[in-house]
Nanobody
Framework: QVQLVESGGGLVQAGGSLRLSCAAS????????MAWFRQAPGKEREFVAAIRWSDSSTKYADSVKGRFTISRDNAKNTVYLQMNSLKPEDTAVYYC????????????????WGQGTQVTVSS
């Protein structure tokens, strides 16, 4: 059974930085990619970033490109999301999941969603 535990969120002022971690267990690293998604109040969950296990290539949502960096550590079964130059519109609960790429978009693989980690950016 896949387990995903997100951490690292918090309250930060606009322009600040946070580093999120996703600790994964189970059969996760054999998947095509790992990805971050987020959900803001009153909004549906949206794609943020993904990284392939094969070559570490990455893809980002336009809204975070140039500010966020996704990375991984296979030895620790952990995926990270470094978030710089944070904006109030980045405020959301951030979740990790397996990611599959199709027609220009990443979609979550696992039915299981963790509790996520809250990121709040004040103006």
């Amino acid at each position: 059974q896949v387990q995903l535990v997100e951490s690292g969120g918090g309250l930060v002022q606009a322009g600040g930085s946070l580093r999120l971690s996703c600790a994964a267990s189970g059969r996760t690293f054999s998947n095509y990619a790992m990805a971050w998604f987020r959900q803001a109040p009153g909004k549906e969950r949206e794609f943020v970033a993904a990284i392939r296990w094969s070559d570490s290539s990455t893809k980002y949502a336009d809204s975070v490109k140039g500010r966020f960096t996704i990375s991984r550590d296979n030895a620790k079964n952990t995926v990270y999301l470094q978030m710089n130059s944070l904006k109030p519109e980045d405020t959301a609960v951030y979740y990790c999941n397996g990611g599959t790429y199709d027609s220009g978009n990443y979609y979550p693989i696992y039915d299981y969603w963790g509790q996520g980690t809250q990121v709040t950016v004040s103006s």
